[in-house]
């Protein structure tokens, strides 16, 4: 049943001679999972395929922009006819502003909002808006939160560095994160206590709501509604990174979801459509702080590029014409169900969960709810799940720490293939 994986193993070798560990992004690597990694020849639907022709049912989805699955034809041809047009100009364009209303009309927080090329700059340039608005320098991120690599925000950061269990990250100054401020997540107390020795000078707080980067771990009933009150209590911003989550645990966002209104949001890849691109927005006298309307800088060639723009549109009016996000959601909870019933079958301690069009599981006995809990799953266990998932052809994200993503193109019948595959994987693990 092993897939053959000569010409991927062929790919990675040369890979590995151009490039450090032969990968762009560390996690593709599969350090954690072992093996070789799968050089991808193409997408379709709810499907990859690789260099030697392997076909794999997709929940990594691009971790996450891919609603509609790969290459719908909506966003395909919105491409190519904005490539016909010019790739980037350099000065904007009306689409910034077409898909600027269309993210303020459903995230109506986001009173002015502006386009960068990463959730890492998003993240980065959202700190930088909130330190000059408060005049304060502290920022307080959550253990295992993932924010980007920016330097001030690579502490305890989940995600890959988690994966390669890297501590944060050597080339980082410690004068740098010595006004970041971790906490655990879902932990009122600790929150605080930060609050009450450094209040003064904490100028924000940000937040995934639904933590995605140390695998998918909701909050506590009450927690971000605490994050609310406090940060109010103590002219702190509150910061939602809705990098991961946005659009896809809910049509209008984590905050929407949960009713309670950040300050400041951090958008990136579904808006794009599967392209490069990032957005931050929020209170408009919060933002208004940035160039040229205020003295805060940052600036970017191809911020707000028509190509990212013109997919992003096109992914969210096909969207809402063709009902995606309920027919991804379905399929998200439906997986999720087929893991848990393959699991206890074969009598493999799990923990699922779903929201929207997002999913995860921990190979672990007790409830997730932080860090040090997702920490105790058994990542030997995942490792070799993982493995026995490609042979049955289902892909997931070569990491215990990563949430899982599904799309529209995630049909019932496709759904009821992985079911199967899951229910061989886990009675062979």
Not at 3 to 29: D, I, K, N, W
Not at 181 to 191: I, Q, S, T
């Amino acid at each position: 049943m092993t897939s053959p994986t000569t010409q991927s193993e062929t790919l990675f070798a040369h890979a590995q001679a151009l490039m450090p560990g032969g990968v762009s992004s560390p996690v593709r690597a599969f350090k954690s999972v072992g093996g070789v990694p799968r050089f991808i020849d193409r997408g379709e639907g709810a499907y990859l395929v690789d260099a030697d022709g392997n076909r794999m049912i997709d929940y990594v989805m691009s971790f996450g922009p891919l609603l509609l699955g790969h290459a719908p034809e909506a966003v395909t041809r919105a491409i190519a006819d904005q490539a016909a047009r010019g790739t980037s100009f350099g000065a904007p364009s009306p689409l910034e502003s077409d898909l600027a209303e269309h993210i303020r009309s459903v995230y109506p927080s986001m009173e002015r909002l502006r386009f960068v090329n990463s959730g890492t700059e998003g993240a980065m340039s959202a700190v930088r808006a909130a330190r000059a608005f408060t005049r304060r320098d502290k920022v307080v991120k959550f253990d295992g939160h993932y924010h980007g690599h920016a330097d001030l925000l690579l502490a305890k950061a989940g995600s890959g560095v988690a994966t390669l269990g890297l501590p944060d990250s050597p080339g980082v100054p410690a004068a740098v994160t010595a006004d970041t401020l971790v906490v655990p997540f879902n932990d009122p107390a600790a929150l605080r206590a930060v609050f009450e020795a450094e209040g003064e000078r904490i100028a924000a707080v940000l937040v995934e709501p639904i933590a995605g980067n140390m695998g998918m771990v909701r909050p506590a009933e009450g927690f971000l509604a605490f994050l609310r009150e406090i940060t109010e209590a103590h002219g702190a911003l509150l910061v939602f990174d809705e990098v991961m989550v946005g659009f896809r645990v809910h049509p209008g966002g984590a905050q929407a979801l949960f009713g309670v209104t950040p300050d400041v949001t951090i958008l990136g890849k579904v808006i794009g459509g599967g392209l490069p691109v990032g957005a931050y927005g929020g209170r408009a006298d919060v933002m208004e702080m940035m160039a040229p309307s205020g003295p805060v800088y940052q600036a970017g060639t191809l911020s707000g590029n028509p190509l990212a723009m013109a997919a992003g549109l096109a992914l969210f009016r096909e969207a809402n014409a063709t009902g995606a996000w309920r027919l991804a959601a379905d399929a998200a909870r439906d997986t999720a169900a087929a893991i848990q019933s393959a699991a206890d079958a074969a009598g493999v301690p799990v923990q699922t969960t779903s929201e929207g069009a997002m999913f995860g599981f921990f190979l672990n006995a007790n409830p997730v709810m932080d860090y040090a809990s997702a920490a105790t799953s058994d990542r030997e266990a995942f490792a070799r799940l993982h493995g026995l998932l490609l042979d049955r052809g289902v892909y997931l994200p070569p990491s215990p720490f990563e949430a899982c993503f599904t799309s529209s193109a995630h049909t019932p019948d496709v759904v009821a293939e992985a079911a199967e595959a899951f229910r061989s994987a886990f009675a062979a693990l």
